[in-house]
């Protein structure tokens, strides 16, 4: 049985930073694209970052060169470190996991596995 474990999520202020974790198990870890979705109250949930392996990393756009993804394959963990935090990064933030990094990016399909989610508060 597969299980993602995501912590690291908090309160911090605008400006500040974040490193969320997401530890996997059941699952081949070197063989998944790992990514992160997150879900802001009366929004729909939406595509952040995606890392396949260590060669290929997306991003959204609202994120790109605030947020890097990686991921420790010895540890099977995927890493997200949120740096420059903005009010409208609160959500609630999602782990990932599918072998096609594209369908992961799109986060429809029936094959992706998810964690519970982590709460990240930014404050003004």
């Known amino acids: 049985q597969v299980h993602l474990v995501e912590s690291g999520g908090g309160l911090v202020q605008a400006g500040g930073s974040l490193r969320l974790s997401c530890a996997a198990s059941?699952?081949?870890?070197?063989?998944?694209?790992m990514g992160w979705f997150r879900q802001a109250p009366g929004k729909e949930r939406e595509f952040v970052a995606a890392?396949?392996?260590?060669?290929?990393?997306l991003y959204a756009d609202s994120v790109k060169g605030r947020f890097t993804v990686s991921r420790d394959n010895a540890k099977n963990t995927v890493y997200l470190q949120m740096n420059s935090l903005k009010p409208e990064d609160t959500a609630v933030y999602y782990c990932?996991?599918?072998?096609?990094?594209?369908?992961?990016?799109?986060?429809?399909?029936?094959?992706?596995?998810w964690g519970q989610g982590t709460q990240v508060t930014v404050s003004s």
């Open positions: 059941g699952l081949t870890f070197t063989t998944y694209a």
């Open positions: 890392i396949r392996w260590t060669d290929i990393t």
């Open positions: 990932a996991a599918d072998p096609n990094i594209l369908k992961l990016r799109i986060g429809k399909a029936s094959t992706i596995y």
